[in-house]
């Protein structure tokens, strides 16, 4: 017997409805951080990451409204199990580096980071992202955990993908919403993706990222989060952890990604400008890409 045929079966899939469940948490998470992910662009860039991310991806909630959250999931598509205390933050430091970060209050708690806003260390997926110290949310439509028949799951990608691409503004609209488009146009006419899918996905936006942004690992952007976190994902599904095991692994390896970008120099967009200076701060579309992995642990797995 092969070493495949040795992994355990996987029942896990994601559908329109979880998908959608995602972009919502990643929507929670950049408003509740848009102050901290404003503060790293003020001190290597233009200081408008946090406000255009933030517009863009309220306007995805508003375009996926019509889509009722998964079954296991409370109605508003957010909050999951108990409420933990919520993550407090300091004001942005000298020189402009990440605040420090309290942790939800899980294991390790009261240990802080310099890199990723709220990017929470806690054991959980609840605790990772804390239900009460998000803003509430507009409840979805309906009670049930499936998407309208007429809305695929690429279609939710598209809608997303579009949805920034025309609020978001800046830099960030462009390449957020060309990765959703990749990733829809890699979902294709499915209904569902199994976990070795998500991950052929999620490659393939990172490709595109890679493309559109003109920028390598290294190079100090975005890409130095989704790159370790894709490989993590893939190397846990591969070893056979189930599929919320893996996205909390992946979920670890974009803040680590987005930690190890403070001690890089920027090789790509306006923090190039800056050299040497732009050494000692975090790349603020790491962190927000940290964030979007940081909502997959916890939406994306049953």
Not at 91 to 110: E, R
Not at 225 to 251: H, Q
Request: charge should be neutral; glycine fraction near 12%; include cysteine.
């Amino acid at each position: 017997m092969s070493a495949a045929d040795q992994r355990p079966a996987r029942a896990d899939t994601i559908d329109a409805a979880r998908v959608a469940a995602w972009l919502r948490r990643f929507a929670h998470l950049v408003e509740r951080e848009e102050p901290l992910l404003t503060a790293l662009d003020r001190a290597i860039g233009d200081g408008d990451h946090g406000k255009n991310l933030n517009r863009g991806m309220q306007a995805v909630v508003a375009a996926l409204r019509d889509i009722a959250p998964p079954a296991d999931m409370a109605p508003d598509g957010v909050s999951v199990g108990p409420a933990k205390p919520a993550a407090r933050a300091s004001s942005p430091g000298a020189g402009g580096k990440a605040p420090k970060v309290a942790d939800g209050g899980g294991p390790g708690s009261g240990e802080t980071s310099d890199a990723v806003p709220a990017a929470e260390k806690s054991a959980s997926a609840s605790e990772k992202i804390p239900a009460a110290a998000m803003p509430a949310a507009k409840k979805a439509h309906g009670e049930t955990g499936t998407a309208p028949a007429a809305v695929s799951l690429a279609d939710v990608l598209r809608r997303a993908a579009m949805a920034l691409i025309g609020a978001a503004g800046g830099s960030c609209g462009p390449l957020y919403g060309a990765f959703f488009l990749r990733l829809a146009q890699a979902c294709g006419e499915a209904a569902a993706l199994t976990p070795d899918q998500l991950v052929d996905a999620l490659h393939a936006g990172l490709v595109t990222l890679l493309g559109s942004g003109k920028a390598g690992i290294g190079d100090k952007t975005m890409v130095d989060a989704i790159a370790p976190a894709v490989s993590a994902l893939r190397d846990g599904l591969a070893s056979g952890k189930p599929l919320g095991e893996a996205l909390g692994a992946a979920a670890t390896a974009a803040r680590e990604g987005c930690e190890a970008t403070i001690s890089m120099k920027a090789n790509s967009g306006l923090a190039a400008l800056l050299g040497d200076k732009s050494i000692g701060h975090a790349d603020p579309g790491a962190a927000s890409m940290a964030l979007l992995f940081a909502a997959a642990d916890g939406t994306l797995a049953a």
